[in-house]
């Protein structure tokens, strides 16, 4: 399967950032306005929730035609039939991951070094979340701002590798930043194949509109294939 990364719309459930609106709504808005992938993110509810609203996102997801991902929770992708997960530093790591998941599922992880990153693509993640690009309200206890000078540094060590891997930056991205985001992180043999963003688009007042402009700020990225 080949993911198109370029605007990849990560959700969140809290109320400073629905409003009031139905997490659903929301996503399928932003799934109307052009995001290519969708990550469920959601630290707050427990299982069963989890499940039911990932299988709810799923069926919308699949109208579209975009991938769902679901994060930190393997059990909830298999559960839900998303179509993979995207696991941090402290979750299971990609091996115990790679054994239950079917084997086209789609594995993506967080790093913050460079070192990370190599171990990760070792592992055989299909895509790197490459962050945190710039301190943002939405996670306050992320360990490490890198920047686009650190992204860029990573960006250079994975190009190196020649692995068929996926880069996405995260963090603080916005309307505002991110056509200077994807310029400034290039590195000389790899550059960013989308932004993943969440507030930018799931607490704009309009999430179609918003994710609209994202498409066509990002719209001279080539598709990650
Ligand atoms: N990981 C690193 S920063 C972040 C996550 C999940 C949150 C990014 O949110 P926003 O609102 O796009 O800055
Ligand atoms: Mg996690």
């Given at each position: 399967m080949s993911i198109n990364l370029s605007l990849y719309l990560v959700t969140d459930s809290t109320p400073a950032i629905l409003k009031g609106r139905d997490l659903c709504t929301v996503v399928e808005e932003a799934l109307k306005g052009g995001v290519s992938i969708v990550q469920y993110r959601d630290k707050?509810?427990?299982?069963?929730?989890?499940?039911?609203?990932?299988?709810?996102?799923?069926?919308?997801?699949?109208?579209?035609?975009?991938?769902?991902?679901?994060?930190?929770?393997v059990d909830v992708a298999i559960a839900s039939g998303a179509e993979g997960v995207h696991?941090?530093?402290d979750d299971m790591d990609i091996e115990a991951a790679k054994k239950l998941l079917p084997g086209n599922a789609i594995i993506g992880i967080s790093v913050s070094s460079v070192e990370e990153a190599r171990?990760?693509?070792?592992?055989?993640?299909?895509?790197?979340?490459?962050?945190?690009?710039?301190a943002t309200p939405t996670k306050t206890n992320t360990k490490n701002i890198i920047g686009t000078a650190g992204t860029k540094k990573i960006l250079e060590a994975i190009g190196d590798m020649d692995r068929k891997v996926g880069a996405v930056s995260i963090g603080g991205i916005n309307l505002s930043n991110v056509?200077?985001?994807?310029?400034?992180?290039?590195?000389?043999?790899?550059?960013?194949?989308?932004?993943?963003?969440?507030?930018?688009?799931?607490?704009?007042d309009d999430p179609k509109s918003a994710a609209?402009?994202?498409?066509?700020?990002?719209?001279?990225?080539?598709?990650?294939?």
């Open positions: 707050t509810n427990d299982t069963g929730v989890l499940v039911e609203t990932a299988k709810k996102l799923h069926a919308i997801t699949q109208r579209y035609n975009v991938p769902l991902i679901i994060n930190d929770r696991l941090g530093q171990r990760a693509v070792e592992q055989g993640a299909d895509y790197l979340g490459i962050g945190t690009m710039f056509q200077r985001v994807i310029f400034q992180s290039q590195a000389s043999n790899k550059g960013l194949d989308g932004v993943a963003v969440v507030s930018a688009i799931m607490g704009a609209q402009e994202f498409v066509k700020r990002i719209s001279t990225l080539p598709p990650f294939a």
